[in-house]
């Protein structure tokens, strides 16, 4: 089928499909849970994006929550970019999610921004990105640290959970790292942090609508943080963002744990950037995902 008739009916049957995916996924994400309270101004915030976006979708409106308060936010690219799903040629597609990345900095106001230039779909774990990553923690000193979830559906986002245990062994400072959702998102009962964006949702959107290099869809992840606003027990929320928050000695065991097995999880998984598709690919093998999960307290 070619991309733009399946495009064609997924919009069709959008209006239909979309009462069931809110039903269904509000009921997947029931839970008794409370707002999380954010700390006092002044907090240092050092936030981790494999690719050029990915801080915005996952936490776009903690970002914001981080900025109003006062808090000192750097935001982190790890990769070039090049290879975003896009019909420009390479040099123009750097330049345009650079271009971007500049754009949502205006708009959200977090402090500082860098690229490290990694090439896109080959980030590793190495000693080279490990030492400047360590330079940035010493630098900054974090209180919190947010970077992908190391269960997801991209290579760059698992390996970045990873460069962060790897370089946290040699961090002589504790902090916070705070897992954040992009393809793939945190089963429920992992959930530990949950920050109240109903303020924010509309400028974090705005910044959403900065990525037009890429050639895909970014309303899945725009509905989520509506539908999540399920986890609480009582609360005039009307958006959230949701994380899993480890201290960062704990994460080095947990996220290696996790990340040592090497698994594709494109073979459990789907990316949840469409909406039409939401309800199907969030509850796809959720049993499994929450074993995986589950794995990080054993190790």
Same mark, same amino acid.
């Given at each position: 089928?070619?991309?733009? =008739? @399946? ?10 499909? /979309? ?5 269904? =996924? ?11 309270? /954010? *700390? ?13 976006? #990915?801080? %915005?979708?996952?936490?776009?409106? %903690? ?19 090049? $290879? ?10 750097? @330049?345009?999610? @650079?271009?971007?990345?500049? $754009?949502? @900095? ?45 269960? #997801? ?70 509905? =989520?943080?509506?539908? $999540? ?34 698994? *594709? ?11 039409? %598709? ?22």
């Amino acid at each position: 089928m070619c991309a733009n =008739l @399946k495009k064609t009916i997924l919009n069709t049957i959008k209006p239909i499909i /979309m009462p069931w995916n809110r039903m269904t =996924l509000k009921s997947f994400y029931k839970e008794d849970k409370q707002l999380t309270e /954010m *700390n006092a101004s002044g907090a240092k915030v050092l936030f981790l994006a494999p690719h050029v976006d #990915d801080e %915005t979708i996952g936490a776009g409106g %903690t970002i914001l929550r981080h900025v109003e308060q006062g808090d000192d936010v750097t935001v982190v690219y790890m990769t070039d970019g090049a $290879k975003s799903v896009t019909k420009m040629d390479r040099d123009v597609l750097v @330049k345009a999610r @650079k271009a971007e990345a500049q $754009k949502v @900095k205006e708009i959200l106001g977090f402090r500082d921004m860098l690229f490290l230039d990694l090439p896109d779909g080959e980030v590793e774990s190495t000693p080279d990105i490990q030492n400047r990553l360590l330079e940035l923690l010493e630098n900054i000193k974090p209180e919190y640290i947010y970077c992908p979830t190391f269960v #997801d559906c991209h290579s760059d986002h698992i390996a970045t959970a990873e460069i962060v245990a790897d370089t946290l062994v040699n961090y002589n400072q504790d902090c916070m790292v705070r897992l954040y959702e992009i393809n793939c998102p945190i089963p429920p009962e992992e959930i530990n942090v949950i920050v109240d964006i109903s303020q924010q949702i509309v400028k974090k959107n705005l910044a959403i609508g900065v990525f037009t290099s890429q050639a895909i869809d970014f309303d899945g992840f725009q509905e =989520l943080s509506y539908i $999540k606003q399920a986890l609480l027990n009582e609360s005039n929320s009307k958006a959230v963002e949701t994380f899993l928050e480890i201290p960062s000695q704990q994460y080095i065991v947990e996220a290696k744990s996790v990340i040592d097995k090497r698994r *594709n999880y494109n073979k459990h998984f789907k990316q949840v950037n469409k909406a039409v %598709t939401l309800g199907v690919r969030v509850k796809k093998n959720a049993v499994q995902k929450q074993k995986f999960y589950q794995e990080r307290k054993m190790g």
